[in-house]
C-alpha cells in the first residue's frame, strides 16, 4: 500500500501488490539523464524460472537507439523508411539469493514485513524485505540501488542480508544478461508493435575484476559495453561463468551473526559518446572501486541539494500533492539529458512508450522547468536542437520546401520518426515550439551570446519554412493542411495554435534579426553569408506575421480552432461509455477528426504561451473548448489548471492541479507500467508557478499574478530570473517576493510595476490590493 505520511520526501509502499510491480518499476525507475534503470526485483531471473508476476525489465541510455524500418503497405513519397528506437540494454539487475540450497523467491516465502522507499533527497530506492523461507528461515533482506548523478555510467546495487535463525552458506547469483528484447505491445498506439530483437552479442569477457559484455545494435551499429563488478563484505569464494549471453557470477560465503552485504557496480558506455567504451569502463571501474554505497548516496544527496534549492516548491496543507510535486521533480530531474545526443524522451528513462522519442513535449513542458531553475540545462535542451537543424534542412527539403527547416515530430538523432503524419509530420507547429523556447530562453537569462550564435540560425531557417508553407489569401496569410496540438483534428486550415505561434515566431525572427544588426553586425553578416539570408526574406517575415490569419467567431467571441473546427458536429459525450476513453483506443480516427472534440488543448495553450488576448475572449473560449475536451492526453490538464487560473477560476484550476499532480503515482491514465508521463510532471511545476503564481516571463521583464486555492494553506517556490534567485511566498492573506540573490529589478504583479531588491521584499495582498 501507498500511504502519503509527512515524510513528502519519501515515496514509501509498505504492501507488496504483485499485479501493480509493473507500475512501480516505471515509479521506481532510477536515472541520470544519461543511464535510466526500471525498478525490477533483483532476485528473479527467467532462466532460473518464470517471472511470477507481470514485468517490463529495463535498462536504457538516452539518445542510443538502433534504426528500425518503416513498413507499409501504401506507402507514399517522402514517408520515413526507418526509425529509432530506444535500445534495452544488456540486463546488470539480477541478484538471486540461495540460502544453503535453497532459493530465496519473493513468491514462495511468507512475507512478514514490507517496505518498498523512493528517497527524492538522496536519489537511490530501498526494498526491505522480512520474510520466512519454505524452510522456515527468517530473513532481512535490504536492496538498495542508485543510479549516480556524479558518475554517469554507474549503476550501483547493494544487498544486506540478516538471520535471526540461519547460519551457514549464502550465495549471490549474479546475472549480466544479454539476451535482452524491446518491449512490444500490438494494439496500443502509442507502444511499438515490431522490432523486440535489435541488440546482437559480439563477446563476453573478463577483466580485471569484473565481467565486461560488448553487444551491438542490428542496424545503427552502435556498440553498447556492460562492466559489472562485486564483492562481498566477509570471506567469500566465486565462480564465473560466460554462458554465451550472459555472465552467471556466483559469490559464496557464510552468513553469520552480522549479516552480509553485497555491493555491485554496473556500468554503462556507449560507442556514441566514447570513442573507447571499454577503455573508459575499465577506468570508471579502477576510480570507484574504493568509493562505498554510502558515499555514493551523499554525492546523491548534494546534486539534488543544488537542483532543490532553486526547484523546490512547498505546498502547505496538502501532503499527497507534496509529495506529487517533488516526485514530479526528481523524476524530471533523473531523465534530463545533459549533452548533446539527447533530450527528454516523452518517457524519460523509465520505460519504452513512444520508443523512447523526443517530442514537443520538451520544449512546452519540460524546458521552462529547467530554464527557472537550472538554466544550463535548459541550455543544453536547446542545443540538441541546434546540433540537429541539419537533419531539420533535410526534413523541410523531403517535405517539399525549398528554404528551411523542419524539424521532425518525434526523434532520437535528428530525423523523422513519425510513420502516422496526420498526428505526426503535419504538426508544423513544433517548429514555432522549438523557436518559442529559444525566445524565452534569452528572455529568462539575457543569455545575448547564446541568441546570437544558436538561437537566431534556428529562429532564421524555421521562420522560412512557415513562410515557405504559407500564402497570401484576400490579403492575409494563411497556413493550410498542418495539425496542431489537438491531435483529434487533423491536417486542417489555419490552425489556431500553429498560427498565432508561427506569427510570434515570425515576428521574434525580425526583431531578432534588427537586433542583431545593431548589437553584433559581423556575427549577423556571417550568419547571413553561411544560410543566404536576405534583408527582403526578413522583411517578408514580418509582414506575414502581421498578416497572419487568426480566425474568430464574432457570435461565440471565441477563436475558431481552425476554419472548419466549428461546423463539425459535436462529440456525443453523452452516448460515449465511460470505458471507451481514450478515444483513440476505441474510435478510428476518422470519426474522431469528423467531430469537435479534442484530445487536449489548441487554442487555449496558444493562450497561455502568448498571454496576449483579452480577457472576455479567453474566457469564452476556454469555457467553450473545455466542454469538447477529453484530456486523454496527459498533457491537457496541466494547461486546462494554469488557464483557469489566467481567466480567474483558481478554485478550478486547483480541480485541474489535482488531476496532473499524481498522474503516475495514482496510475490515472492506467499506462505509468510504460513509463512515466514526463509532460505532465513538467506541466505540474509550470501549474504552481505558471498557473498559481501567475508567472510569465515577458520582454517588458518577468510578470506574476499570485493566487491561492482554498484548499492550499501556502505556497513557496523559487525562480532562476536572469542570474537572480527570487522567491515567492503565497498565503491566503498576501504574498511576498523576496530576492535572495543578485542585482535589484524591476517586475509587475498584476500589471504593477515594483521595484525588487536584496531585504526590501515586495508584499502584495491577494488580488494585488
Ligand atoms: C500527445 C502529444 C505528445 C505525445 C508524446 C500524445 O498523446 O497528443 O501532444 O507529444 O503524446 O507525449
Redesign the pocket.
Known amino acids: 500500500m501507498h500511504v502519503t505520511n509527512d515524510d513528502t520526501w519519501k515515496i514509501e509502499y509498505t504492501k507488496l501488490k504483485p499485479e501493480q510491480l509493473v507500475v512501480e518499476e516505471s515509479l521506481f525507475a532510477l536515472g541520470n539523464g544519461y543511464l535510466g534503470v526500471r525498478g525490477n526485483l533483483e532476485e528473479h531471473d527467467p532462466l532460473y524460472k518464470p517471472y511470477p508476476w507481470p514485468t517490463i525489465r529495463g535498462t536504457y541510455l538516452n539518445g542510443f537507439y538502433d534504426d528500425v524500418p518503416i513498413t507499409y503497405d501504401e506507402k507514399a513519397y517522402g514517408f520515413p523508411e526507418s526509425k529509432q528506437k530506444m535500445v534495452n540494454l544488456p540486463d546488470a539487475q539480477t541478484i538471486l539469493i540461495q540460502i544453503g540450497e535453497e532459493w530465496v523467491y519473493l513468491d514462495e516465502c511468507e512475507l512478514i514485513d514490507y517496505k518498498r522507499t523512493l528517497d527524492l533527497k538522496q536519489g537511490f530506492s530501498e526494498r526491505f524485505l522480512y520474510l520466512k523461507t519454505p524452510s522456515g528461515y527468517e530473513l532481512q533482506i535490504v536492496f538498495r540501488r542508485l543510479v549516480s548523478f556524479a558518475f554517469r555510467e554507474l549503476f550501483a546495487q547493494e544487498v544486506t542480508v540478516m538471520s535471526t535463525n540461519y547460519e551457514g552458506p549464502i550465495s549471490f547469483h549474479l546475472v549480466l544478461n544479454g539476451d535482452v528484447e524491446n518491449y512490444v505491445a500490438k494494439d496500443d498506439p502509442?507502444l511499438a508493435s515490431g522490432h523486440a530483437k535489435i541488440l546482437r552479442i559480439i563477446q563476453g569477457k573478463q577483466i580485471g575484476n569484473g565481467v565486461l559484455l560488448q553487444a551491438r545494435t542490428l542496424r545503427s551499429q552502435l556498440d553498447v559495453f556492460t562492466y559489472m563488478t562485486a564483492w562481498v563484505n566477509v570471506p567469500y569464494e566465486e565462480t564465473i561463468e560466460w554462458k554465451q549471453t550472459r555472465f552467471e557470477w556466483v559469490i559464496t560465503c557464510r552468513l553469520g551473526s552480522g549479516g552480509v552485504t553485497l555491493y555491485k557496480q554496473n556500468f554503462y558506455a556507449d560507442s556514441l559518446r566514447y570513442e573507447k567504451p571499454e577503455d573508459r569502463l575499465v577506468e570508471c571501474a579502477r576510480d570507484l572501486k574504493e568509493v562505498s554505497f554510502e558515499r555514493l548516496v551523499q554525492h546523491q544527496a548534494e546534486k539534488l541539494s543544488e537542483f532543490y534549492r532553486s526547484a523546490d516548491i512547498t505546498i502547505l496543507g496538502h501532503p499527497a500533492l507534496q509529495e506529487g510535486i517533488r516526485f514530479n521533480l526528481f523524476h524530471l530531474f533523473q531523465a534530463v539529458g545533459r549533452d548533446r545526443y539527447s533530450n527528454m524522451a516523452?518517457k524519460g528513462l523509465s520505460g519504452e512508450g513512444?520508443e523512447g522519442h523526443y517530442?514537443?513535449?520538451t520544449e512546452i513542458y519540460i524546458l521552462p522547468v529547467f530554464m527557472t531553475t537550472l538554466p544550463d540545462i535548459a541550455k543544453g535542451l536547446l542545443l540538441y536542437r541546434y546540433y540537429i537543424l541539419d537533419d531539420a534542412r533535410q526534413h523541410a527539403r523531403i517535405m517539399g520546401h525549398r528554404k528551411g527547416a523542419l524539424y521532425p515530430w518525434r526523434t532520437i538523432k535528428g530525423t523523422e520518426c513519425s510513420s502516422y503524419f496526420p498526428a505526426g509530420s503535419a504538426q508544423y507547429h513544433i517548429n514555432a515550439d522549438i523557436g518559442y523556447s529559444f525566445i524565452q530562453y534569452y528572455l529568462a537569462t539575457g543569455d545575448e551570446a547564446f541568441l546570437f550564435q544558436y538561437g537566431a540560425e534556428v529562429i532564421f531557417e524555421t521562420a522560412r519554412l512557415f513562410l515557405d508553407v504559407g500564402h497570401y489569401h484576400d490579403g492575409a496569410f494563411h497556413i493550410f493542411c498542418v495539425t496542431g496540438?489537438d491531435?483529434y483534428t487533423a491536417l486542417v486550415n489555419d490552425n489556431f495554435y500553429t498560427n498565432a505561434m508561427a506569427k510570434y515566431h515570425l515576428n521574434w525572427a525580425a526583431k531578432i534579426y534588427d537586433f542583431m544588426k545593431e548589437k553584433n553586425p559581423e556575427a549577423l553578416r556571417q550568419l547571413k553569408e553561411k544560410i543566404q539570408l536576405t534583408e527582403e526574406e526578413v522583411r517578408a517575415f514580418q509582414t506575414a506575421s502581421s498578416r497572419m490569419a487568426l480566425l474568430f467567431d464574432e457570435e461565440r467571441n471565441i477563436h475558431m480552432q481552425d476554419d472548419s473546427f466549428l461546423r463539425k458536429p459535436l462529440w456525443k459525450f453523452d452516448e460515449t461509455p465511460k470505458d471507451h476513453y481514450p478515444l483513440l483506443l476505441h474510435y478510428h480516427p476518422l470519426v474522431i477528426y469528423r467531430h469537435q472534440v479534442c484530445?487536449?488543448p489548441d487554442v487555449v495553450l496558444a493562450y497561455f504561451l502568448l498571454d496576449d488576448f483579452p480577457l472576455d475572449i479567453m474566457k469564452a473560449s476556454y469555457n467553450y473548448y473545455e466542454a469538447i475536451t477529453t484530456h486523454d492526453?496527459?498533457?491537457s490538464s496541466c494547461i486546462y489548471s494554469i488557464m483557469a487560473a489566467r481567466i480567474g477560476d483558481v478554485e478550478k484550476a486547483y480541480q485541474y492541479f489535482l488531476k496532473t499532480a499524481r498522474t503516475d503515482l495514482d496510475n490515472t491514465h492506467k499506462n505509468t507500467k510504460d513509463g512515466l508521463?514526463m509532460?505532465n510532471m513538467g506541466g505540474t511545476y509550470l501549474a504552481l508557478v505558471y498557473g498559481f503564481a501567475g508567472v510569465r516571463i515577458k520582454e517588458q521583464g518577468l510578470t506574476l499574478r499570485p493566487q491561492l486555492p482554498q484548499a492550499i494553506e501556502q505556497l513557496t517556490l523559487s525562480l532562476n530570473y536572469r542570474g537572480r534567485t527570487i522567491r515567492i511566498d503565497m498565503s491566503h492573506r498576501q504574498t511576498e517576493i523576496a530576492l535572495l540573490s543578485g542585482e535589484p529589478l524591476s517586475l509587475f504583479v498584476y500589471d504593477e510595476v515594483y521595484l525588487l531588491a536584496k531585504h526590501q521584499p515586495i508584499v502584495v495582498n491577494r488580488g494585488g490590493q
Open positions: 502509442r516523452a513512444y517530442f514537443w513535449d496540438p491531435e484530445k487536449q492526453s496527459s498533457l508521463h509532460a
